[in-house]
T-cell receptor, first 114, second 113 residues
Framework: QKEVEQNSGPLSVPEGAIASLNCTYS??????FFWYRQYSGKSPELIMS????GDKEDGRFTAQLNKASQYVSLLIRDSQPSDSATYLC??????????????FGKGTHLIIQP | DGGITQSPKYLFRKEGQNVTLSCEQN?????MYWYRQDPGQGLRLIYY???????QKGDIAEGYSVSREKKESFPLTVTSAQKNPTAFYLC????????????FGPGTRLLVL
């Protein structure tokens, strides 16, 4: 059974500071890693995807992957009140190239304080 | 205007009733998925389909059924065998391949009367 673990929070961060969200996963053969943002009552929207060890930057967002430690993180720089949401970590496994479903963590509730 | 549509936005089910949730995409994606989200929880996979006329059970398929007769459509039926159906149901689609991003529809909220 694949598992993805996240701290549920809430994580409270002052406006303008860096928010750091963390995720660990159990399946060592996992290949693809995604961060989704979900506002209350809405569907998830993709923030970042990462597939290789190291950092990947996109604007204010940086995803970090360490496959040896089975650890994924998301950094949000210059946090804005509009970043307040639940952030879902999702992991895909390997099944010979097919498009399988994702395994999601329960999400971290992030609050940016003005 | 490309995207994924789900209908209805809200659905009420009576005891013993089967209900069907609609999911349509015009992104030309091969793969489609159904997830369930309970309050304060992450998403759990119900069924997925990598190609027309083929689908696989996810982690919580009991009490649900699907069909994939057209590439664009992947309806989900919540049967009377699903004893706790109240949840937020999300449909997603992606191109083929494990590294492809899944894009989500707006969701259907199912409530039991």
């Amino acid at each position: 059974q694949k598992e993805v673990e996240q701290n549920s929070g809430p994580l409270s961060v002052p406006e303008g500071a860096i928010a750091s969200l963390n995720c660990t996963y159990s399946d060592r053969v996992s290949q693809s890693f995604f961060w989704y943002r979900q506002y209350s009552g809405k569907s998830p929207e993709l923030i970042m995807s990462i597939y290789s060890n190291g950092d990947k930057e996109d604007g204010r967002f940086t995803a970090q992957l360490n496959k040896a430690s089975q650890y994924v993180s998301l950094l949000i720089r210059d946090s804005q009140p509009s970043d307040s949401a639940t952030y879902l970590c999702a992991v895909n496994g390997y099944s010979g190239g097919g498009a399988d479903g994702l395994t999601f963590g329960k999400g971290t509730h992030l609050i940016i304080q003005p | 205007d490309g995207g994924i549509t789900q209908s209805p936005k809200y659905l009420f089910r009576k005891e013993g009733q089967n209900v069907t949730l609609s999911c349509e995409q015009n992104l030309n994606h091969d793969a489609m998925y159904w997830y369930r989200q309970d309050p304060g929880q992450g998403l759990r996979l119900i069924y997925y389909s990598q190609i027309v006329n083929d689908f696989q059970k996810g982690d919580i398929a009991e009490g649900y059924s699907v069909s994939r007769e057209k590439k664009e459509s992947f309806p989900l039926t919540v049967t009377s065998a699903q004893k706790n159906p109240t949840a937020f149901y999300l449909c997603a689609s992606s191109a083929a391949g494990n590294q492809e991003t899944q894009y989500f529809g707006p969701g259907t909220r199912l409530l039991v009367l």
